[in-house]
Structure formats: structure tokens, C-alpha cells
């Protein structure tokens, strides 16, 4: 097995690298399904405004969604390559803790929202993570992620943490096919910031199942532990 990546993080823990790996939700569209995630001390839910997604949500639906996430949970706004007005309207109207970009954006289309941001990164080598670090210095994180260069997000597939560069330039969420079962490997070996999860969390297309979010959370706080020890 590779070695660990470990990586800096944007929030050094005093006296030493970060103690909890944060975990986000990703792709709801039940309100009882949030208050799940809640309840399990998920860290952030994602939102999805995004055509063609299976879990596409309108604007006024993900602000409805929005309303319903409960104090010292973050609400992440996933859009991808949307022109600037559906872009503006549609933060306006959720009014996010974050903005996920999923496709091409600019750096500066990205920070003209005035929210801080995640950029997601379609991984195919260490150099798409460094490039994308320094296309974008003044993104929050980037989410690692196994989808294809413009393509949906959301694919249930892992892609080759290997790949990941232990010089990232920036804190980073690792995404893309992570489930109860694989998750604590993913987190020994590269060490996330935070990971992010869709389909392994489903019964199907945005039905998040709450066994299912409750069994990766479990394996996230294992995997934390042993690091620990
Ligand atoms: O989840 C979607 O349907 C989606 C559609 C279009 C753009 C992005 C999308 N999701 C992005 C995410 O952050 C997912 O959580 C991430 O891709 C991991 O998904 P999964 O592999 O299903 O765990």
C-alpha cells in the first residue's frame, strides 16, 4: 500500500495535523433525509442545481432544503458551468455557506459570487490537482473526483487515489465512489481534509439511506482513530 499522502491543511490543529476528518453529504432532496445526516454530525450537505443530474433540484427547492439545514451544519450549492445570471439567481435564492463548481469556471467567475468556493477537479494525474490549486488560489478546497472532465458528478466510481499528489497546494475533499466499506482505507491512505459522498449513502438517486450515511460515519471516525493511536 502506498504510503500516507499527507497533506497541509488550510486549518492547522495546534500542535499537529487535523484530528476529525470532515464528511460531506452530498445530493439530497428530503428535508427528513438532512435531519438524518444532522443527527449522525455531518459536517456539510450538498445541494445539486444541476441539469441532467438524478438529483437535480430547482432553485427555489434547494432554498426550501436550505431552510431546513440546522445550526453549525454547512450547506454546499453544487453548479456546474451555469452562465452567470442562473448562477446569481440561483445563490441568491439558497444563499449557501459554499458554491461547488463542477465544470469549467474561471477562477475569477468562481469569486465574483462572493462566497467561498470548492472547485471540483476531474482526476486523471497529480498535475490536474496542482493545476487546479493554482488556477484557483482563492477557493476553499477542491473536491478530487472521479468524473469526466465536464462531465456529471455523482458517478459512484472511484478513481486511483495514487494519483493524488502529497504537494496538493491546497486542502481537499476526496470524492467520488467512497462507501462504508472503502472509506477508512481512503482515509489512512491519503488523509483527506474531508470526504464527500453521494451514491454510497443511497437506496437510489437522492434517497439517502440513514443506516447507510450511519455506517460511513462510523468507518470515517474508525479510520480517524487509528490514525490517532
Ligand atoms: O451528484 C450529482 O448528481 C452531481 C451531478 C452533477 C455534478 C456534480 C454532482 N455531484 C458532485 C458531488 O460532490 C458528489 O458528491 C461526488 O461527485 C461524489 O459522488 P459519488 O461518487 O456518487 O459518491
Redesign the pocket.
Given at each position: 500500500m502506498s504510503p500516507p499522502i499527507r497533506q497541509e491543511s488550510r486549518f492547522p490543529v495546534p500542535g499537529g495535523e487535523r484530528l476529525r476528518t470532515r464528511i460531506?453529504f452530498?445530493?439530497f432532496t428530503r428535508s427528513q433525509d438532512i435531519e438524518g445526516a444532522a443527527r449522525l454530525g455531518a459536517d456539510a450537505i450538498?445541494l445539486?442545481c444541476?441539469p441532467?443530474?438524478?438529483?437535480?433540484l430547482s432553485a427555489a427547492q434547494a432554498a426550501d432544503l436550505r431552510a431546513s439545514v440546522p445550526a453549525f451544519m454547512a450547506t454546499?450549492l453544487?453548479l456546474?458551468n451555469a452562465d452567470e445570471k442562473r448562477a446569481r439567481a440561483t445563490i441568491e435564492m439558497v444563499m449557501p455557506d459554499f458554491v461547488?463548481f463542477?465544470g469549467q469556471e474561471s477562477a475569477s467567475f468562481c469569486a465574483s459570487f462572493g462566497r467561498p468556493y470548492f472547485k471540483?477537479v476531474a482526476m486523471r494525474t497529480a498535475d490536474d490537482v496542482r493545476q487546479a490549486a493554482r488556477l484557483h488560489p482563492e477557493a476553499a478546497a477542491l473536491?478530487l473526483?472521479?468524473?469526466a472532465e465536464g462531465g456529471?458528478?455523482?458517478?459512484?466510481?472511484?478513481f486511483d487515489w495514487s494519483r493524488i499528489p502529497q504537494d496538493s497546494g491546497k486542502p481537499f475533499?476526496l470524492?467520488?465512489?467512497?462507501t462504508a466499506a472503502n472509506v477508512g482505507e481512503a482515509v489512512r491512505m491519503v488523509v483527506p481534509y474531508a470526504v464527500?459522498?453521494?451514491?454510497?449513502?443511497?437506496t437510489s438517486?437522492g434517497y439517502k439511506n440513514f443506516e447507510k450515511m450511519k455506517a460511513f460515519v462510523e468507518a470515517v471516525r474508525l479510520a480517524d482513530a487509528e490514525m490517532q493511536r
Open positions: 460531506k452530498c445530493g450538498g445539486v444541476v441532467g443530474s438524478k438529483r437535480e454546499v453544487l456546474s461547488q463542477h471540483a473536491i473526483d472521479s468524473h456529471l458528478g455523482g458517478t459512484g466510481q472511484t475533499l470524492a467520488g465512489g467512497l464527500d459522498v453521494s451514491s454510497g449513502i443511497e438517486p
